[in-house]
């Protein structure tokens, strides 16, 4: 028996508009850009990713378990990004609904912020995951099983964490340098735990579709799906289980449906199933579909991101450090603010796309392509992100004046 | 081996402004790679540093004078006299450039330069008389158009005449920056494949020559920094061009916000009493200070002594100033309209109309250690690498380009 584990990730963070020193203490409105046209506007960008990924490739999962009750799919959707569609598209919602109905549509957990709470505050980092589960649980009647931390950022601590908690499984990247001679193709143990799963993602046959599948000059252009499928089964050999993680948009967004993604995956989903003894697994399925090899230790914290696989993309630089930090250091005040709106404020700037934007590694090179921002540069980015936290503080004064006052006239 | 006549207004000592420095850098390179070069200036004077190349002074003039009266003045074309006019009747910046047109003439009856490159509109007729009457190959150099100076606002029209007639004859023209590039196609209808974008670097006697930095020169602006203000520069001549009052308004700005801010602004001009009614209307007299023209060792003083330096140009074809503040430690806030700001990518930016970006800029780099810190971190390992040999080799290209012309011809 060969399992593909297919799982993607849904996320849209709420973009900082350009917000000035001048507005701070006078206007806080930080997420709704007015020019509907501008870079910052969430609204433009979720409805035209919506028209060119959401919808088509949603559909096209859909149409396919109706076809065929042995394909499934997992996916992680992020809290602020439910928040946008129940503002702008709340079809969305419902056929997502339709899909973990049918069973053959599993949630994984992750923060509701997909944020970086994980190494600045445990307990925010807990109390985002619990909000996450009720907020899927509210809207899908779920509760997840399955974690994934931000950015598949992972260490051993992430994995204990996760076996406290009772999750089945954690996702995490199938880096060479942490398997050795290992296969991603098999179940691991997470160091130190009993229980708790660690499922890897094939980055190989993962990448070949979310990175190389529009690449012409790749020497495999065009990617077709039976040419994948004998890759797979190639794979197989070092074991049953292709664990393929990518992001949702992949499909529509960052590879253009005009390249043939769409009707490539149509075809790798009726072309695996054509196979005897070939499925899909969900990862709960996959976590409990052998028993586990070996475990599997990360010291380091390992992430998805570029050759380095670490944080370096978030956490690289003094401005990146600088904005987390002040961001966490005022916890304490926001909570004890006792307002929800500035509470909700602050929890969507610990969204892990904000210190991206101030990723200055290949910044100088000319690269402007290496990392996508809505922001002109990496300092104006950190710029517009620290006025937003001084009309926090300015919020936080008002909030204590007023409350002397009502205390004086009492 | 390649014979070029050079046809420039200034060489250092001798030179007001960045056009001189990025003469000399240049030749000084392409002599490296075996260029023969003669350069042309309209005045007389010792250049007894330079041995890689002949200095011609075309005519018997005190270099104070090259220009008429007023340096860079463009608009005074035509109308300006000369104290004391030395021999001939030189009584504006036309006669000198007659004058100089006239030794060009001589000198091409004798000898047969590869090419003539000529900087700026200065010396454009003198090129385009090389080129209509000697045949020879024209590379018309831009450091700066007619609409820069002007700060984008038209300018002299007999300027733009001899600019436009020197781009139209050149073979090949140099632009320093992309945005002249542009202008030179869109303003005087120059195909593009015609122009070269070629950046410039710092001045290489800037980097070798020693220099310490004392702090006793500006001690008030020392004190003020022990006292936690922030110090924001620009250096330049106060001109349209160079967008200041844009900057005045913008440090009023900055002030309501951050108390602790001090501006020192460098140079001079015909702005200047303009910029200090403004700084008192304002209000902020006391946050600014005008150090008057400065060179040499007391405009790295002022370089030192900043934290932050500001090209606030409307229009600024590339802007070498920059590149000298980074090399003193300064973080960057440029406007986009500026040529350095297409090759600098460590810097702040800004439309050279947004006051309210540059204040927020000035003021979260003044309230932030790790932002000045990233900045000066990215803009160190930057500023210096592009060199003038880098710089040459793309001259020569131009120069093999437009050789083969003549050989069509």
Known sequence: MRAICLYLHIHQPWRYRRYSIFDVAHNHNYWYEKDYYDKQNNERIFRKVAEKSYHPMLDLIERNIKRYPGFKVSLSITGTWLEQAAEWDNSLIEQIRRLVYTGQVEIVGETYYHSLAFFYDENEFQEQVKMHSDKIFELFSVRPRVFRNTEFAYNDEVGRWADKLGYKAVLAEGWDKVLGWRSPNHVYKVAGAERTRLLLKNYRLSDDIAFRFSDRNWKEWPLTAPKFQDWVNMDALRGNLINLFMDFETFGENIWADTGIFEFMEQLIAGWLKEFDNKFVTVSEAADIEQPVDTVSMPETVTWADTERDLSAWLGNDIQHEAEKVLYDMKSDILRSGDPDLVSDWRRMTTSDHPYYMCTKYWSDGDVHAYFSPFDSPYDAFMYYMNVIRDFEWRIQNLNIQRMKLLGEA | ?409
């Open chain 2, 1 to 409: 081996m390649m014979k070029i006549l050079m046809l420039g207004w200034e060489l250092p000592p001798h030179n007001s402004g960045g056009l001189g420095v990025a003469c000399l850098n240049l030749s000084r390179a392409l002599a490296k790679d075996g260029a023969e070069i003669d350069f042309v200036v309209p005045y007389e004077a010792d250049h007894q540093e330079i041995s890689f190349m002949n200095v011609l002074s075309a005519m018997k003039l005190d270099p104070l004078f090259r220009y008429g009266v007023g340096a860079y003045d463009s608009k005074y074309v035509d109308e300006a006299l000369i104290p004391d006019a030395p021999q001939e009747k030189m009584i504006s910046i036309r006669d000198v450039q007659h004058n100089y047109c006239k030794f060009v003439e001589e000198y091409l009856m004798e000898y047969k330069p590869d090419v003539v490159h000529a900087h700026d509109w200065l010396t454009f007729e003198a090129g385009v008389l090389a080129k209509r009457n000697f045949g020879i190959p024209l590379v018309a150099h831009v450091h700066a158009t007619e609409y820069d100076r002007s700060g984008m606002r038209g300018g002299n029209p007999v300027v733009h005449a001899i600019e436009r007639e020197g781009l139209m004859l050149a073979d090949k023209i140099i632009a320093v920056s992309q945005a002249t590039k542009d202008i030179i196609h869109e303003k005087y209808d120059i195909p593009e494949d015609k122009i070269d974008v070629v950046y410039n670097s710092l001045d290489e006697d800037f980097l070798k020559s020693a220099y310490k930095y004392d702090s006793d020169d500006y001690k008030y602006l020392e004190a003020m920094k022990g006292l936690g203000y922030t110090i924001v520069s620009t250096v330049g001549r106060f001109t349209v061009q160079k967008g200041l009052s844009n900057l005045m308004r913008a440090a009023a700005r900055a002030i309501s916000k951050e108390r602790k801010l001090i501006f020192v602004f460098a140079g001079d001009g015909e702005q200047k009493q303009e910029l200090l009614d403004l700084s008192a209307k304002f209000g902020i007299s006391k946050n600014v200070v005008f150090t008057g023209f400065v060179r040499g060792k007391q405009l790295r003083d002022v370089y030192a002594v900043s934290d932050i330096f500001v090209m606030s140009s409307v229009s600024e074809p590339f802007g070498l100033t920059a590149l000298e503040a980074a090399h003193h430690g300064d973080v960057l806030i440029l406007t986009k309209q500026s040529g350095v700001a297409e090759v600098i990518k460590s810097a702040m930016e800004y439309d050279f109309w947004d006051e309210e970006k540059l204040a927020d800029e000035i003021v979260a780099i003044s309230k932030s250690k790790a932002l000045r810190n990233t900045l000066k971190k990215g803009i160190s390992t930057e500023y210096c690498k592009i060199s003038w040999q880098d710089v040459a080799k793309k001259i020569e290209k131009v120069y093999n380009e437009v050789d083969k012309h003549k050989e069509l011809c």
